[in-house]
Protein backbone atom coordinates (compact mmCIF):
# COMPACT_ATOMS: atom_id res chain seq x y z
CA UNK A 1 0.00 0.00 0.00
CA UNK A 2 1.42 3.67 -1.14
CA UNK A 3 1.66 5.71 1.83
CA UNK A 4 -0.75 8.71 1.48
CA UNK A 5 1.92 11.45 2.00
CA UNK A 6 3.66 10.20 -0.74
CA UNK A 7 3.62 13.49 -2.70
CA UNK A 8 4.33 15.96 0.50
CA UNK A 9 7.73 17.23 1.52
CA UNK A 10 9.99 16.33 3.66
CA UNK A 11 9.63 19.43 5.83
CA UNK A 12 5.78 19.16 5.81
CA UNK A 13 6.30 15.90 7.69
CA UNK A 14 7.97 16.99 10.77
CA UNK A 15 5.62 17.95 13.69
CA UNK A 16 5.82 22.07 14.69
CA UNK A 17 8.31 22.44 17.78
CA UNK A 18 7.55 25.27 19.13
CA UNK A 19 5.45 25.34 22.50
CA UNK A 20 1.54 25.49 21.84
CA UNK A 21 -0.52 27.94 23.74
CA UNK A 22 -3.79 26.17 25.24
CA UNK A 23 -6.24 27.89 26.81
CA UNK A 24 -7.85 25.79 29.59
CA UNK A 25 -11.32 27.49 31.12
CA UNK A 26 -12.78 30.30 31.98
CA UNK A 27 -15.57 27.20 31.52
CA UNK A 28 -14.24 23.82 30.86
CA UNK A 29 -15.83 20.90 31.91
CA UNK A 30 -13.05 19.68 33.53
CA UNK A 31 -12.65 22.30 35.92
CA UNK A 32 -13.55 22.57 39.01
CA UNK A 33 -14.69 26.33 39.14
CA UNK A 34 -14.87 29.21 36.67
CA UNK A 35 -10.66 29.56 36.40
CA UNK A 36 -8.53 30.38 33.50
CA UNK A 37 -5.27 28.75 32.75
CA UNK A 38 -3.32 29.44 29.97
CA UNK A 39 -0.84 26.87 29.52
CA UNK A 40 2.50 26.72 27.12
CA UNK A 41 2.64 23.24 26.08
CA UNK A 42 5.78 21.23 24.74
CA UNK A 43 3.98 17.95 23.32
CA UNK A 44 2.33 16.92 26.29
CA UNK A 45 4.51 18.91 28.67
CA UNK A 46 3.60 21.62 30.80
CA UNK A 47 5.96 24.61 30.33
CA UNK A 48 4.89 27.00 31.82
CA UNK A 49 1.33 28.08 33.24
CA UNK A 50 -0.83 30.95 34.39
CA UNK A 51 -3.44 30.83 36.75
CA UNK A 52 -6.05 33.51 36.30
CA UNK A 53 -8.89 33.91 38.63
CA UNK A 54 -11.44 36.31 38.88
CA UNK A 55 -14.20 35.68 37.00
CA UNK A 56 -15.98 35.09 39.63
CA UNK A 57 -15.38 38.43 41.37
CA UNK A 58 -18.56 39.98 42.52
CA UNK A 59 -17.54 42.78 44.76
CA UNK A 60 -18.23 41.15 48.05
CA UNK A 61 -15.89 43.30 50.79
CA UNK A 62 -17.22 46.81 48.12
CA UNK A 63 -20.97 45.48 49.25
CA UNK A 64 -20.39 44.65 52.23
CA UNK A 65 -19.45 48.51 53.23
CA UNK A 66 -22.97 49.33 51.90
CA UNK A 67 -25.64 47.57 54.16
CA UNK A 68 -25.54 46.89 58.09
CA UNK A 69 -23.19 44.37 60.11
CA UNK A 70 -26.03 41.71 60.04
CA UNK A 71 -26.61 42.33 56.21
CA UNK A 72 -23.20 40.52 55.32
CA UNK A 73 -24.76 37.36 56.32
CA UNK A 74 -26.36 36.53 53.00
CA UNK A 75 -22.95 37.77 51.25
CA UNK A 76 -21.17 35.70 53.27
CA UNK A 77 -23.22 32.27 52.09
CA UNK A 78 -21.93 32.70 48.46
CA UNK A 79 -18.52 32.83 49.00
CA UNK A 80 -18.04 29.01 49.53
CA UNK A 81 -21.19 28.06 48.26
CA UNK A 82 -20.66 24.33 49.29
CA UNK A 83 -20.24 24.83 53.03
CA UNK A 84 -22.24 27.99 53.85
CA UNK A 85 -22.70 26.94 57.38
CA UNK A 86 -19.32 27.93 58.26
CA UNK A 87 -18.72 31.22 56.31
CA UNK A 88 -22.05 31.84 58.62
CA UNK A 89 -20.54 31.20 61.18
CA UNK A 90 -17.39 32.29 60.94
CA UNK A 91 -18.69 35.60 60.28
CA UNK A 92 -20.78 35.52 63.13
CA UNK A 93 -17.88 34.93 65.62
CA UNK A 94 -15.88 37.78 63.90
CA UNK A 95 -18.38 40.25 65.09
CA UNK A 96 -18.83 38.49 68.19
CA UNK A 97 -15.08 38.80 68.77
CA UNK A 98 -15.44 42.58 68.15
CA UNK A 99 -18.85 43.24 70.53
CA UNK A 100 -16.88 40.54 73.54
CA UNK A 101 -20.07 38.51 73.58
CA UNK A 102 -19.80 34.72 73.62
CA UNK A 103 -23.19 32.68 72.78
CA UNK A 104 -25.03 30.55 74.80
CA UNK A 105 -23.78 27.05 75.26
CA UNK A 106 -26.69 25.15 73.17
CA UNK A 107 -26.06 27.60 70.51
CA UNK A 108 -22.41 26.84 70.20
CA UNK A 109 -23.05 22.74 70.34
CA UNK A 110 -25.34 24.03 67.51
CA UNK A 111 -23.39 25.42 65.30
CA UNK A 112 -20.81 22.97 65.56
CA UNK A 113 -23.29 20.39 64.64
CA UNK A 114 -24.11 22.45 61.91
CA UNK A 115 -20.48 23.40 60.77
CA UNK A 116 -19.95 19.87 60.77
CA UNK A 117 -22.94 18.69 58.52
CA UNK A 118 -21.28 21.65 56.26
CA UNK A 119 -17.92 20.30 55.59
CA UNK A 120 -18.82 16.94 55.52
CA UNK A 121 -20.60 17.98 52.08
CA UNK A 122 -18.23 20.26 51.50
CA UNK A 123 -16.06 17.02 51.30
CA UNK A 124 -18.54 14.59 49.67
CA UNK A 125 -18.43 17.59 46.32
CA UNK A 126 -14.92 17.86 45.89
CA UNK A 127 -13.74 14.57 46.38
CA UNK A 128 -16.96 13.23 44.03
CA UNK A 129 -16.62 16.18 42.01
CA UNK A 130 -12.76 14.88 41.47
CA UNK A 131 -13.45 11.57 40.75
CA UNK A 132 -15.85 12.23 37.96
CA UNK A 133 -13.65 14.71 36.39
CA UNK A 134 -10.85 11.63 36.29
CA UNK A 135 -14.05 9.69 34.67
CA UNK A 136 -15.41 7.61 37.83
CA UNK A 137 -19.47 9.00 37.30
CA UNK A 138 -20.92 6.63 39.73
CA UNK A 139 -18.94 7.80 42.95
CA UNK A 140 -19.90 11.17 41.96
CA UNK A 141 -23.63 9.99 42.13
CA UNK A 142 -22.72 8.11 45.22
CA UNK A 143 -21.40 11.33 46.54
CA UNK A 144 -23.96 13.02 46.18
CA UNK A 145 -26.69 11.12 46.52
CA UNK A 146 -25.18 11.36 50.71
CA UNK A 147 -24.67 14.98 50.65
CA UNK A 148 -28.36 15.09 49.24
CA UNK A 149 -29.39 13.67 53.00
CA UNK A 150 -27.28 15.58 54.38
CA UNK A 151 -29.02 18.88 52.59
CA UNK A 152 -32.09 17.56 53.93
CA UNK A 153 -31.09 18.11 57.27
CA UNK A 154 -29.69 21.40 56.66
CA UNK A 155 -33.54 22.30 54.81
CA UNK A 156 -35.30 21.01 57.26
CA UNK A 157 -33.28 23.04 60.04
CA UNK A 158 -32.81 26.22 58.25
CA UNK A 159 -35.50 26.24 55.84
CA UNK A 160 -33.02 26.67 52.52
CA UNK A 161 -30.64 24.06 51.03
CA UNK A 162 -27.95 26.01 49.96
CA UNK A 163 -27.67 29.21 50.94
CA UNK A 164 -29.23 29.35 54.61
CA UNK A 165 -27.93 32.92 56.07
CA UNK A 166 -28.49 31.36 59.18
CA UNK A 167 -26.19 33.11 61.07
CA UNK A 168 -27.15 36.06 63.22
CA UNK A 169 -25.17 38.65 65.37
CA UNK A 170 -25.04 36.87 69.15
CA UNK A 171 -26.77 33.49 67.84
CA UNK A 172 -28.63 31.50 64.82
CA UNK A 173 -31.81 32.55 63.10
CA UNK A 174 -33.93 29.64 64.80
CA UNK A 175 -33.86 27.10 67.56
CA UNK A 176 -32.84 23.25 66.75
CA UNK A 177 -35.98 21.64 65.55
CA UNK A 178 -36.79 18.54 68.10
CA UNK A 179 -35.87 16.25 64.92
CA UNK A 180 -32.44 17.45 64.44
CA UNK A 181 -30.81 15.03 66.10
CA UNK A 182 -32.87 12.22 65.70
CA UNK A 183 -32.21 13.04 61.96
CA UNK A 184 -28.64 13.32 62.07
CA UNK A 185 -27.64 9.80 63.63
CA UNK A 186 -30.29 8.38 61.18
CA UNK A 187 -28.38 10.15 58.15
CA UNK A 188 -24.99 9.71 59.38
CA UNK A 189 -25.48 5.75 59.72
CA UNK A 190 -26.65 6.15 55.60
CA UNK A 191 -23.85 8.63 54.79
CA UNK A 192 -21.00 7.01 56.24
CA UNK A 193 -22.19 3.49 54.61
CA UNK A 194 -22.57 5.79 51.33
CA UNK A 195 -18.95 6.93 51.54
CA UNK A 196 -17.76 3.60 52.54
CA UNK A 197 -19.35 2.03 49.11
CA UNK A 198 -18.02 4.89 47.36
CA UNK A 199 -14.89 4.30 48.46
CA UNK A 200 -14.16 1.02 47.47
CA UNK A 201 -15.52 2.01 43.63
CA UNK A 202 -12.22 4.18 43.62
CA UNK A 203 -9.62 2.82 46.07
CA UNK A 204 -9.54 -0.08 44.33
CA UNK A 205 -9.28 0.98 40.81
CA UNK A 206 -5.97 0.93 39.07
CA UNK A 207 -6.15 3.93 37.08
CA UNK A 208 -7.82 6.23 39.90
CA UNK A 209 -4.78 5.50 42.01
CA UNK A 210 -2.19 6.02 39.19
CA UNK A 211 -3.73 9.17 38.12
CA UNK A 212 -3.28 10.36 41.87
CA UNK A 213 -0.39 9.09 43.47
CA UNK A 214 2.63 11.06 42.85
CA UNK A 215 1.33 13.53 41.08
CA UNK A 216 1.38 17.27 42.30
CA UNK A 217 3.26 16.53 44.84
CA UNK A 218 4.63 19.57 47.24
CA UNK A 219 6.77 20.17 50.13
CA UNK A 220 5.77 21.10 53.56
CA UNK A 221 8.04 24.19 53.67
CA UNK A 222 6.76 25.15 49.13
CA UNK A 223 2.90 25.08 51.44
CA UNK A 224 3.61 26.80 54.40
CA UNK A 225 5.51 29.64 52.73
CA UNK A 226 2.64 29.28 50.18
CA UNK A 227 0.12 30.00 52.37
CA UNK A 228 -1.79 26.95 52.53
CA UNK A 229 -3.91 25.18 54.75
CA UNK A 230 -6.96 22.84 55.63
CA UNK A 231 -6.95 19.25 53.80
CA UNK A 232 -3.87 20.45 51.30
CA UNK A 233 -1.83 21.94 54.27
CA UNK A 234 -2.69 18.61 56.31
CA UNK A 235 -1.97 16.52 53.05
CA UNK A 236 1.84 17.29 53.14
CA UNK A 237 2.10 16.44 56.44
CA UNK A 238 1.49 19.39 58.62
CA UNK A 239 -1.06 18.85 61.48
CA UNK A 240 -2.47 22.51 61.42
CA UNK A 241 -6.33 22.58 62.03
CA UNK A 242 -7.43 25.51 63.32
CA UNK A 243 -10.00 23.40 65.94
CA UNK A 244 -7.58 21.92 67.01
CA UNK A 245 -5.07 24.88 67.42
CA UNK A 246 -7.12 27.44 68.53
CA UNK A 247 -10.04 25.66 69.52
CA UNK A 248 -13.05 28.00 69.31
CA UNK A 249 -17.00 27.41 70.07
CA UNK A 250 -16.55 23.90 72.20
CA UNK A 251 -14.14 22.00 69.91
CA UNK A 252 -11.59 21.95 72.61
CA UNK A 253 -14.67 19.41 74.57
CA UNK A 254 -14.83 16.72 72.01
CA UNK A 255 -12.98 14.34 70.80
CA UNK A 256 -11.43 14.08 67.30
CA UNK A 257 -8.14 13.37 65.29
CA UNK A 258 -6.38 15.26 63.08
CA UNK A 259 -5.33 13.33 59.66
CA UNK A 260 -2.06 13.96 57.73
CA UNK A 261 -0.64 12.75 54.82
CA UNK A 262 2.72 11.82 54.10
CA UNK A 263 3.86 13.08 50.72
CA UNK A 264 1.46 16.02 49.80
CA UNK A 265 0.65 14.78 46.45
CA UNK A 266 -3.03 14.54 44.88
CA UNK A 267 -4.01 10.98 46.83
CA UNK A 268 -3.18 12.47 50.17
CA UNK A 269 -5.09 15.43 49.67
CA UNK A 270 -8.08 13.04 48.53
CA UNK A 271 -7.65 10.70 51.75
CA UNK A 272 -7.58 13.69 54.26
CA UNK A 273 -10.94 14.60 52.91
CA UNK A 274 -12.11 11.32 53.00
CA UNK A 275 -10.82 10.81 56.25
CA UNK A 276 -12.44 14.11 57.73
CA UNK A 277 -15.55 13.42 56.63
CA UNK A 278 -15.55 9.96 59.27
CA UNK A 279 -13.75 12.66 61.85
CA UNK A 280 -16.84 14.91 61.52
CA UNK A 281 -19.07 12.42 61.69
CA UNK A 282 -17.34 11.47 64.89
CA UNK A 283 -17.64 15.25 66.10
CA UNK A 284 -21.60 15.01 65.08
CA UNK A 285 -22.30 12.34 67.17
CA UNK A 286 -20.84 13.85 70.28
CA UNK A 287 -22.42 17.40 69.32
CA UNK A 288 -25.79 15.08 69.66
CA UNK A 289 -24.92 13.68 72.76
CA UNK A 290 -23.87 16.56 74.62
CA UNK A 291 -26.09 19.49 73.32
CA UNK A 292 -28.95 20.05 75.67
CA UNK A 293 -32.40 19.72 74.41
CA UNK A 294 -33.84 23.18 75.86
CA UNK A 295 -31.98 26.45 77.08
CA UNK A 296 -31.71 29.69 74.92
CA UNK A 297 -29.95 29.90 71.70
CA UNK A 298 -29.29 33.57 71.71
CA UNK A 299 -27.96 35.74 73.44
CA UNK A 300 -30.27 38.14 75.42
CA UNK A 301 -28.51 41.25 74.16
CA UNK A 302 -30.17 44.30 73.13
CA UNK A 303 -27.60 45.68 71.46
CA UNK A 304 -27.43 42.99 68.81
CA UNK A 305 -30.26 41.02 68.98
CA UNK A 306 -33.94 41.34 67.26
CA UNK A 307 -36.85 41.18 70.37
CA UNK A 308 -39.35 38.48 69.88
CA UNK A 309 -42.37 39.39 67.33
CA UNK A 310 -44.81 39.79 70.06
CA UNK A 311 -43.25 42.27 71.88
CA UNK A 312 -42.38 44.00 68.98
CA UNK A 313 -46.26 44.74 68.18
CA UNK A 314 -47.27 45.09 71.47
CA UNK A 315 -44.39 47.18 73.44
CA UNK A 316 -42.99 50.68 72.39
CA UNK A 317 -39.93 49.79 73.55
CA UNK A 318 -38.76 46.68 71.75
CA UNK A 319 -40.96 48.79 68.19
CA UNK A 320 -38.30 51.14 68.49
CA UNK A 321 -35.48 48.81 69.37
CA UNK A 322 -36.73 46.32 65.92
CA UNK A 323 -36.71 49.78 64.11
CA UNK A 324 -33.17 50.76 65.19
CA UNK A 325 -31.62 47.28 64.02
CA UNK A 326 -33.10 47.07 60.91
CA UNK A 327 -32.80 50.23 59.82
CA UNK A 328 -29.65 51.47 61.51
CA UNK A 329 -28.07 48.25 62.36
CA UNK A 330 -26.47 47.06 65.49
CA UNK A 331 -24.08 49.67 66.27
CA UNK A 332 -20.52 47.19 66.99
CA UNK A 333 -17.92 49.19 69.16
CA UNK A 334 -14.83 50.74 67.20
CA UNK A 335 -11.72 48.63 66.60
CA UNK A 336 -10.56 46.49 64.11
CA UNK A 337 -10.56 42.29 65.00
CA UNK A 338 -8.81 39.34 62.82
CA UNK A 339 -11.47 36.10 63.36
CA UNK A 340 -10.49 32.69 61.86
CA UNK A 341 -11.93 29.22 61.83
CA UNK A 342 -11.45 26.05 60.09
CA UNK A 343 -13.11 26.11 56.50
CA UNK A 344 -13.91 23.36 54.08
CA UNK A 345 -10.80 24.40 52.46
CA UNK A 346 -8.81 25.58 55.12
CA UNK A 347 -8.66 28.82 57.67
CA UNK A 348 -11.16 30.90 57.08
CA UNK A 349 -10.28 34.48 58.76
CA UNK A 350 -12.57 37.65 59.09
CA UNK A 351 -10.73 41.17 58.94
CA UNK A 352 -13.28 42.98 60.51
CA UNK A 353 -12.59 47.14 60.93
CA UNK A 354 -15.99 48.84 62.38
CA UNK A 355 -15.79 53.11 63.04
CA UNK A 356 -18.63 52.19 66.05
CA UNK A 357 -21.67 52.97 63.51
CA UNK A 358 -24.28 50.39 62.52
CA UNK A 359 -22.25 49.97 58.66
CA UNK A 360 -19.06 47.87 58.56
CA UNK A 361 -15.88 50.11 57.87
CA UNK A 362 -14.15 47.40 56.13
CA UNK A 363 -14.93 43.58 55.94
CA UNK A 364 -11.91 41.61 54.62
CA UNK A 365 -12.43 37.80 54.17
CA UNK A 366 -9.52 35.39 54.36
CA UNK A 367 -10.60 32.60 52.19
CA UNK A 368 -9.01 30.03 52.12
CA UNK A 369 -8.58 28.65 48.37
CA UNK A 370 -7.17 31.97 47.14
CA UNK A 371 -3.34 31.03 48.70
CA UNK A 372 -4.24 27.28 47.40
CA UNK A 373 -4.87 28.29 44.36
CA UNK A 374 -1.81 30.48 44.03
CA UNK A 375 0.30 27.53 44.68
CA UNK A 376 -1.57 25.73 41.88
CA UNK A 377 0.92 26.74 39.13
CA UNK A 378 3.68 25.55 40.79
CA UNK A 379 1.97 21.53 41.18
CA UNK A 380 1.04 22.04 37.12
CA UNK A 381 4.55 23.20 35.71
CA UNK A 382 6.84 20.32 34.68
CA UNK A 383 4.00 17.67 34.64
CA UNK A 384 1.60 16.48 31.76
CA UNK A 385 -1.54 18.28 30.98
CA UNK A 386 -3.84 15.08 31.83
CA UNK A 387 -2.59 15.97 35.41
CA UNK A 388 -4.04 19.37 35.69
CA UNK A 389 -7.41 17.81 36.18
CA UNK A 390 -7.20 15.80 39.37
CA UNK A 391 -4.71 18.23 40.84
CA UNK A 392 -6.98 21.14 40.42
CA UNK A 393 -9.57 19.00 41.11
CA UNK A 394 -7.71 18.19 45.09
CA UNK A 395 -7.52 21.30 45.53
CA UNK A 396 -11.44 22.22 45.63
CA UNK A 397 -11.25 25.78 44.08
CA UNK A 398 -14.26 27.46 45.43
CA UNK A 399 -14.76 30.30 42.69
CA UNK A 400 -17.20 32.06 45.42
CA UNK A 401 -14.21 32.87 47.76
CA UNK A 402 -11.40 32.42 45.98
CA UNK A 403 -12.40 35.62 43.46
CA UNK A 404 -14.28 37.63 46.33
CA UNK B 1 -0.56 35.48 72.55
CA UNK B 2 2.59 37.11 70.92
CA UNK B 3 3.22 39.55 73.23
CA UNK B 4 6.42 38.24 72.86
CA UNK B 5 6.71 39.36 69.36
CA UNK B 6 5.64 42.89 70.02
CA UNK B 7 8.14 43.14 73.05
CA UNK B 8 11.33 41.90 70.36
CA UNK B 9 10.09 44.26 67.72
CA UNK B 10 10.72 46.98 70.06
CA UNK B 11 13.82 46.10 71.52
CA UNK B 12 15.09 45.58 68.03
CA UNK B 13 13.55 48.12 65.65
CA UNK B 14 12.81 50.70 68.36
CA UNK B 15 11.60 53.98 66.58
CA UNK B 16 10.39 52.44 63.72
CA UNK B 17 7.72 50.56 65.47
CA UNK B 18 5.04 53.42 65.62
CA UNK B 19 2.47 52.05 67.72
CA UNK B 20 1.47 49.22 69.56
CA UNK B 21 -2.02 47.81 70.77
CA UNK B 22 -3.83 44.46 71.93
CA UNK B 23 -7.50 45.25 71.23
CA UNK B 24 -9.28 42.17 71.58
CA UNK B 25 -6.41 39.99 72.41
CA UNK B 26 -5.05 40.61 68.80
CA UNK B 27 -1.39 41.89 69.15
CA UNK B 28 -0.88 44.68 66.29
CA UNK B 29 2.09 46.71 65.66
CA UNK B 30 2.32 49.71 63.08
CA UNK B 31 5.61 50.26 61.60
CA UNK B 32 7.32 52.55 59.70
CA UNK B 33 6.71 51.96 55.71
CA UNK B 34 10.45 52.51 55.21
CA UNK B 35 11.41 49.54 57.47
CA UNK B 36 8.61 46.82 56.39
CA UNK B 37 10.98 44.76 54.38
CA UNK B 38 13.32 44.46 57.34
CA UNK B 39 10.47 44.08 60.12
CA UNK B 40 8.99 41.51 57.66
CA UNK B 41 11.96 39.49 57.32
CA UNK B 42 12.98 39.99 60.88
CA UNK B 43 9.67 38.04 61.81
CA UNK B 44 10.26 35.68 59.58
CA UNK B 45 13.39 34.42 60.24
CA UNK B 46 14.07 35.06 64.16
CA UNK B 47 14.31 32.04 66.24
CA UNK B 48 12.19 33.04 68.76
CA UNK B 49 9.08 34.32 66.40
CA UNK B 50 9.62 32.51 63.26
CA UNK B 51 6.04 33.67 61.49
CA UNK B 52 6.50 31.44 58.60
CA UNK B 53 3.06 31.84 56.93
CA UNK B 54 1.60 35.15 55.92
CA UNK B 55 -2.20 34.52 56.35
CA UNK B 56 -3.58 37.59 54.96
CA UNK B 57 -2.92 40.68 52.97
CA UNK B 58 -4.79 44.08 52.65
CA UNK B 59 -5.50 47.70 51.96
CA UNK B 60 -7.68 49.86 54.12
CA UNK B 61 -8.57 53.28 53.08
CA UNK B 62 -8.91 55.99 55.48
CA UNK B 63 -9.62 58.99 53.38
CA UNK B 64 -9.49 61.70 56.23
CA UNK B 65 -6.17 60.49 57.00
CA UNK B 66 -2.67 61.16 55.60
CA UNK B 67 -0.87 58.99 54.99
CA UNK B 68 -4.31 57.48 54.21
CA UNK B 69 -3.65 53.73 52.90
CA UNK B 70 -3.50 51.47 55.69
CA UNK B 71 -2.21 47.97 54.37
CA UNK B 72 -2.39 45.46 56.81
CA UNK B 73 -0.46 42.11 57.23
CA UNK B 74 -1.53 38.50 59.27
CA UNK B 75 0.96 36.66 60.29
CA UNK B 76 1.11 33.23 61.87
CA UNK B 77 3.43 30.92 62.93
CA UNK B 78 2.71 27.36 62.85
CA UNK B 79 5.74 26.05 64.46
CA UNK B 80 5.07 28.82 67.79
CA UNK B 81 1.50 28.87 67.15
CA UNK B 82 0.92 32.60 67.80
CA UNK B 83 -0.04 35.79 65.77
CA UNK B 84 0.36 39.00 64.93
CA UNK B 85 -0.92 42.00 62.60
CA UNK B 86 1.49 44.05 61.47
CA UNK B 87 0.18 47.30 59.93
CA UNK B 88 2.06 50.24 58.23
CA UNK B 89 0.60 53.47 56.55
CA UNK B 90 1.64 54.94 53.22
CA UNK B 91 0.33 57.19 50.61
CA UNK B 92 -0.66 61.34 50.41
CA UNK B 93 -4.21 62.86 50.73
CA UNK B 94 -5.08 61.77 46.90
CA UNK B 95 -3.12 58.47 46.78
CA UNK B 96 -0.40 60.39 44.33
CA UNK B 97 2.08 57.58 45.86
CA UNK B 98 1.38 54.83 46.95
CA UNK B 99 4.45 52.56 46.97
CA UNK B 100 5.49 49.95 49.54
CA UNK B 101 8.35 47.28 49.22
CA UNK B 102 7.47 43.83 48.31
CA UNK B 103 8.00 41.37 50.78
CA UNK B 104 7.15 38.42 48.27
CA UNK B 105 11.25 37.47 48.77
CA UNK B 106 9.67 36.65 52.75
CA UNK B 107 6.57 35.02 52.09
CA UNK B 108 6.13 33.44 48.24
CA UNK B 109 2.16 33.74 48.96
CA UNK B 110 2.46 37.67 48.94
CA UNK B 111 3.08 37.40 45.57
CA UNK B 112 -0.22 36.72 44.45
CA UNK B 113 -1.71 38.79 47.85
CA UNK B 114 0.23 41.64 47.12
CA UNK B 115 -1.36 41.90 43.10
CA UNK B 116 -4.86 41.97 44.87
CA UNK B 117 -4.01 44.30 47.29
CA UNK B 118 -2.55 46.35 44.37
CA UNK B 119 -5.74 45.69 42.40
CA UNK B 120 -7.63 46.35 44.78
CA UNK B 121 -6.43 49.20 47.10
CA UNK B 122 -4.02 50.59 44.44
CA UNK B 123 -0.75 49.89 46.71
CA UNK B 124 2.10 49.79 43.85
CA UNK B 125 4.62 46.94 45.52
CA UNK B 126 8.20 47.98 44.74
CA UNK B 127 10.31 44.48 43.25
CA UNK B 128 7.35 42.35 43.26
CA UNK B 129 8.01 40.18 40.09
CA UNK B 130 4.90 40.45 38.47
CA UNK B 131 2.73 43.14 39.49
CA UNK B 132 -0.87 43.05 37.58
CA UNK B 133 -4.63 43.24 38.31
CA UNK B 134 -5.57 39.68 39.62
CA UNK B 135 -9.44 39.85 40.06
CA UNK B 136 -10.07 42.97 37.53
CA UNK B 137 -9.51 43.15 33.84
CA UNK B 138 -6.58 44.92 33.01
CA UNK B 139 -8.69 47.90 31.27
CA UNK B 140 -10.52 48.71 34.31
CA UNK B 141 -9.87 52.30 35.57
CA UNK B 142 -9.57 52.90 39.37
CA UNK B 143 -9.34 50.65 42.56
CA UNK B 144 -12.53 49.65 43.77
CA UNK B 145 -12.06 49.37 47.74
CA UNK B 146 -10.76 52.74 47.67
CA UNK B 147 -13.08 54.83 49.66
CA UNK B 148 -13.79 57.23 47.00
CA UNK B 149 -14.38 54.29 44.31
CA UNK B 150 -18.22 54.70 43.65
CA UNK B 151 -20.22 51.30 44.43
CA UNK B 152 -22.45 51.91 41.66
CA UNK B 153 -19.82 53.37 38.97
CA UNK B 154 -19.93 50.89 35.63
CA UNK B 155 -17.42 50.94 33.81
CA UNK B 156 -17.82 50.09 29.58
CA UNK B 157 -17.33 46.88 28.32
CA UNK B 158 -14.72 46.00 26.12
CA UNK B 159 -14.70 45.28 22.66
CA UNK B 160 -12.70 41.72 21.86
CA UNK B 161 -9.18 42.57 21.13
CA UNK B 162 -6.54 39.60 19.94
CA UNK B 163 -2.93 39.25 21.78
CA UNK B 164 -0.93 41.32 19.65
CA UNK B 165 -3.14 44.41 20.40
CA UNK B 166 -3.78 43.82 23.70
CA UNK B 167 -0.03 43.95 23.47
CA UNK B 168 0.38 41.74 26.53
CA UNK B 169 0.56 38.16 26.34
CA UNK B 170 -0.62 35.54 29.09
CA UNK B 171 -3.15 38.21 30.04
CA UNK B 172 -6.61 38.03 30.81
CA UNK B 173 -8.87 38.63 28.11
CA UNK B 174 -11.85 37.80 25.96
CA UNK B 175 -11.85 33.82 25.41
CA UNK B 176 -13.59 33.39 21.88
CA UNK B 177 -13.14 36.02 19.18
CA UNK B 178 -16.71 37.09 17.86
CA UNK B 179 -16.34 34.43 15.17
CA UNK B 180 -15.62 31.60 17.69
CA UNK B 181 -17.51 29.91 20.04
CA UNK B 182 -20.71 29.90 18.45
CA UNK B 183 -21.31 26.76 15.37
CA UNK B 184 -23.40 29.65 13.38
CA UNK B 185 -20.59 32.17 13.28
CA UNK B 186 -17.61 29.76 13.54
CA UNK B 187 -14.89 30.44 10.69
CA UNK B 188 -15.24 27.66 7.94
CA UNK B 189 -12.26 27.08 5.96
CA UNK B 190 -11.80 26.51 2.36
CA UNK B 191 -9.12 25.62 0.70
CA UNK B 192 -8.94 28.37 -1.30
CA UNK B 193 -8.17 29.98 2.43
CA UNK B 194 -5.85 28.10 3.75
CA UNK B 195 -3.56 28.47 0.35
Known sequence: ?????????????????????????????????????????????????????????????????????????PYADRLNYVSPMLNNVGYALAVEK???????????????GLGELARISDHLTCTGAMAMELGAFTPFLWFIKARDMIWDILEEETGARLTHSFGRIGGMAAPPTPKFKEMVRASLKKVLGILEEGEKMLLKNRIFIDRLEKVGVISQEDAISLGWTGPCLRATGVSYDVRKAHPYLKYDEVEFEVPVGQRGDTMDRFLVRLAEIRQSALILEQVCQRMADDGPVNVDDPRVMMPPKDQVYNTIEATIQHFKLVMEGAKIPKGEVYSYTEGGNGELGF????????????????????????GVAQLIQGGMLSDVVPIFGSVNMIGGECDH | MSQLALDRLKATFGDAILETHSDFGDETAVVRPESWLAICRFLRQDPALQFDMMSDLCGVDYPDRVPRMEVVAHLYSLSRRHRIRVKTRIGDAELGTCELDSVTSVWRTADWLERETYDMSGVLFRGHPDLRRILMYPEFVGHPLRKDYPAQKAQPLLEYRTEEEAGLTLEKQAPFGPDEGMSFGRRTFTRSEEN
Not at chain 1, 29 to 46: C, N, Q, W
Not at chain 1, 99 to 111: G, L
Request: include cysteine.
Open chain 1, 1 to 73: MEPIDLDLEESELELPAEPMRLNMGPSHPAMHGTVRMVIELSGETIDKVDVQIGYLHRGFEKMCERGTWAQVF
Open chain 1, 351 to 374: YLVSDGSGTPYRVRIRPPCFSVVG
Open chain 1, 98 to 112: LCNISVPDRCQWYRM
